[in-house]
């Protein structure tokens, strides 16, 4: 048995998220039946990051063993031709037979893309967050500044959560505003349950004078989820990056296993 692992593109509008579940149609079950097929036998995939239902992912990590011999470069070519046009296989390898595309992840980039005019775009409906009245962009930079660091993100949890701590390092915090686009840019070695979408819900709230900037220091201080503004939808949000240290293709043992989420 070989273990793949693939880079996976997908847009989430039409699906109920990532992971398999019975009351929807999930990413994860279009790919499984497309390599099942493509493979000759079952095929169960594990992915780097459960995204929720409309998220988007640019550089989704999926791994899953097989003995058939379709050589691992070639998987992209395969594979869509029996895909959806909105999932896409960008790249296939081989690595050892431990690797874990989840529990060996050393960090993880995600985008939020927010459409601030007064008119929706009908080509930006399902990526970016449509906010009708103008966002101050000064408070929204001087409250971003406070956030990069290790912290206890308690407060940047959504109910749902089961992370065993809080504790959380972001390694970058950036705003790009081009015309009417706001795209919020964050990195760190983990992330709790919607805590992007709490942090752009935050950054919206601070935008239109509704909170203060101080707001994510007051949910530091406090851990208090009431401090911080609204969950974002879930169709601004894209998983942009998943990162691995050098030893996760070389020797995966050597390395300690951890729930990212």
């Not at 003995?67 to 029996?82: A, H, R």
Request: net charge negative; proline share 6%.
């Amino acid at each position: 048995m070989k273990r793949i692992l693939l880079t996976v593109e997908y847009d989430g509008t039409a699906y109920a998220g990532w992971q398999r579940q019975i009351n929807g149609l999930a990413v994860q079950q279009v790919l499984e039946e497309a390599l099942s097929s493509a493979c000759g036998h079952p095929v169960t995939v594990t992915g780097a990051s459960r995204t929720d239902a409309g998220v988007h992912a640019l550089d989704q990590k999926v791994h899953f063993d097989t003995d058939c011999s379709i050589p691992p470069e070639k998987y992209p070519f395969v594979l869509n031709t029996m895909l959806p046009p909105d999932i896409r296989v960008l790249e296939g390898r081989e690595v050892p037979v431990d690797f874990h595309a989840r529990f060996l992840t050393s960090g993880k980039t995600y985008t939020y893309r927010i459409w601030n005019a007064r008119h929706a775009s009908a080509l930006r409906r399902n990526t970016h967050w449509h906010i009708p009245v103008p966002l101050s962009e000064d408070p929204v930079r001087c409250a971003l500044e406070t956030l990069p660091g290790k912290h206890d993100f308690a407060a940047f949890q959504a109910a749902g959560g089961t992370a065993k701590t809080t504790i959380r390092t972001l390694r970058s915090v950036d705003l790009e505003i081009h015309g009417n686009e706001w795209i919020l840019t964050v990195s760190g070695d983990a992330f709790l349950y919607n805590m992007v979408r709490i942090i752009a819900g935050t950054v919206a709230e601070i935008g239109l004078g509704r909170l203060k900037p101080d707001a994510f220091e007051t949910a530091f201080r406090t851990l208090d989820r009431l401090a911080l503004g609204m969950t974002a939808p879930a169709h601004g949000l894209e998983l942009t990056q998943v990162r691995y240290p050098d030893a996760a293709f070389t020797d995966p043992a050597s390395l300690r296993w951890h729930d990212p989420d």
